[in-house]
């Protein structure tokens, strides 16, 4: 039953999403005195962490970069115990942090929010939670996350499978094993990685099903030991200063040297260096030209196919997993331990759908162009409509009625990745054209958060009850958040981040999903605003 909008719960403020994002949010918004109300799809904190529970799954950053840089006592009360930690003790953290700061009292789970539409006369949001309860409040908050939307694969015949089936982005939160069992994986994006290289450990036959291979680097984790904890403990200034003046807010600082800058010789050297050290230092501690020239990233793009070859014993299997489709580092490079020695092992085995692809999925397993494969389970690792797919999945209006999805039909238009124009009183943490999304997630997480949140201290101060991006700086942000694209070399490649999702109508077309100007100027343009009175934004 709906509820009528005049009996809804009245907050200040409604966030949607009680992940990394939402929790901070909720934090900052208590400090300002306001009224707020979190709704959660899910029954508890950790978004990413806590729907991510697939075997395998686990931090591409430095456990220590990723958590919170707000709070002292956080960060003196939690250690890490390994550099990329697994997906359980994320979560684990996330509860600490969600006890620590009492807020689970102000999270409503198991809500997944439906509509949510904008009434000008009321100068407010009206919310409505699946099921049919309502809400309203002054200013919205999504918090919704830029991997959170799963997404199947658009082959016929999905239901129809008699066995196990999964998403990696929906994993039971009961065990499951794969010993003895034929296990089928599509996808070999960073998930599937991750997965496939965790399930050969115990699995009775694995096939992967890979349409697109990917570049993948070595992870390198290993655990924290005594010593680097309390020097870690002793550094969190030093080391979140190091990510605030890193591109991506990553530990890895780009070499000032190019590629081409170096000879033959050194250039192999740094390459073989950086294979050797843990994390994303291959991708983001690169040369500073290997992402943007194309000659510059074919000599790295070189060393890694040498890699897979050196890796893989059979030579017409390495070759198959070697992308020729782009360069090494335009698309998400997946951080692996061991994935490509997977191949060697017995019961593994690749099917390439470029030479058989999928007809449909059968009630005893996959059928190809060439055969039926049978299997117990099938995991779909067929990743996340990126960015605006939960934008998409909520029926989200703005003055005058006018729905998001249709405002960015053609690709997003924003302001700072944080405003829409016609969609007052909405700020969107970890939007498109956003820094946050091409970043060390939760760095550029505090700075939105800590943005909004000084801007609505600005609108209370000031008794402004309504905040509204112009249209003329949304124009401008976005062709600003083109052109800044337009340099680097992932903006010619399909991928998710340029807003290709081949099982998603509509998401065929290059459209810019993410700020590829780097965090730090990002900041500062966002300082900049608010310092000119924040200009590019009307108040009332
Ligand atoms: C497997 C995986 C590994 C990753 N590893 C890294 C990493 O190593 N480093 C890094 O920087 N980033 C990583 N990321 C990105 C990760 O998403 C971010 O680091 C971070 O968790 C984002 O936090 P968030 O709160 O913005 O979004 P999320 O964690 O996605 O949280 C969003 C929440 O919003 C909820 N929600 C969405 N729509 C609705 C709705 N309509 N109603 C109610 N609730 C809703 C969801 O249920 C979810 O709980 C990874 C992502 C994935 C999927």
């Known amino acids: 039953m709906t509820v009528p909008a005049a009996r809804a719960e009245p907050y200040d403020v409604v966030v949607i999403g009680a992940g990394l994002s939402g929790m901070y949010q ?76 009492d807020l689970r009292r102000d999270i409503e789970f198991d809500s997944r929010v439906r509509a949510a539409a904008y009434d000008d006369a009321a100068t407010g949001w009206d919310v409505e939670i699946e099921g049919g309860r309502r809400a309203r409040a002054r200013f919205l908050i999504t918090a919704i996350g830029p991997l959170s939307a799963p997404t199947m694969p658009a082959i016929p015949g999905v239901e129809s499978f008699a066995g196990e089936a999964y998403h990696t982005g929906t994993w039971p939160h009961r065990p499951v ?54 020097r870690i403990q002793a550094t969190y200034p030093q080391i979140f200063e190091t990510c605030r003046s890193s591109f991506g807010c990553f530990i890895h600082q780009a070499d000032p040297r190019n590629a081409r800058d170096v000879s033959p010789e050194e250039r192999e050297a740094f390459y073989e260096q950086r294979y050797a050290e843990p994390g994303f230092g291959i991708w983001m501690g690169n040369f500073r030209d290997v992402l943007i020239d194309r ?38 490079v997946p951080l692996e331990s061991g994935y490509y020695e997977v191949f060697n092992q017995p019961n593994v085995r690749l099917v390439d759908l470029r030479e058989t692809p999928i007809r449909r999925i ?33 029926d989200l209006r703005g003055g005058e009625g006018r729905r998001l999805r249709d405002t960015w039909a053609e690709g997003p238009r924003t302001y700072l990745g944080l405003h829409v124009a016609g969609f007052p009183n909405l700020f969107t943490l970890v939007g498109p054209h956003n820094a946050a999304t091409f970043c060390n997630i939760p760095r550029c997480i505090e ?10 201290r600005h609108m209370g101060d000031r008794g402004y ?38 099982n998603v109508p509509g998401k065929q077309t290059r459209t810019f999903l993410v700020y590829a100007g780097g965090a730090p100027k990002y900041r500062e343009r966002c300082d900049a605003v608010a310092a000119a009175g924040y200009v590019g934004l009307t108040f009332r």
């Open 26 to 101: 909720l934090h900052r918004l208590r400090g300002l005195g306001l009224r707020a109300r979190v709704f959660e799809a899910g029954n508890d904190v950790g978004g990413t962490w806590y729907w991510n529970r697939y075997p395998g799954a686990r931090f591409d950053s430095e456990s220590w970069t990723y958590g919170y840089s707000f709070s002292g006592e956080i960060l003196r009360a939690w250690q890490w115990s390994e550099h990329f930690a697994a997906q359980p003790e994320t979560l684990r953290y996330c509860n600490f942090v969600a006890d620590t700061l």
């Open 177 to 230: 094993t794969f010993a003895d069992k034929r296990v089928a994986v599509i996808g070999t994006g960073a998930t599937a990685v991750q997965a496939i290289t965790e399930i050969a450990k115990t699995v009775g036959h694995l096939t992967v099903f890979q349409r697109t291979p990917n570049w993948c680097a070595p992870l390198h984790n290993s655990v924290i030991d005594a010593a680097t904890q309390a």
């Open 295 to 332: 000659e510059a990233n074919a000599t790295i793009t070189d060393f890694m196919r040498r890699k897979i070859r050196e890796r893989v014993k059979d030579p017409a299997l390495a070759e198959k997993l070697i992308p020729t489709n782009h360069g090494f580092g335009t698309r998400r």
């Open 362 to 394: 059968t009630p005893a397993g996959i059928e190809t162009s060439e055969t039926e494969h049978a299997f117990d389970m099938i995991i779909y690792a067929t990743g996340f409509d990126a960015v605006t797919g939960a934008f998409d999945r909520i």
């Open 447 to 456: 700075q939105n958060v800590d943005w909004v949140t000084a801007l609505l």
């Open 465 to 502: 009850t309504r905040v509204e991006a112009t249209a003329e700086a949304e124009r401008e942000w976005t062709a600003h958040v083109h052109d800044t694209g337009r340099r680097m070399l992932f903006t010619q490649v399909d991928s998710w981040m340029m807003g290709i999702n081949s």
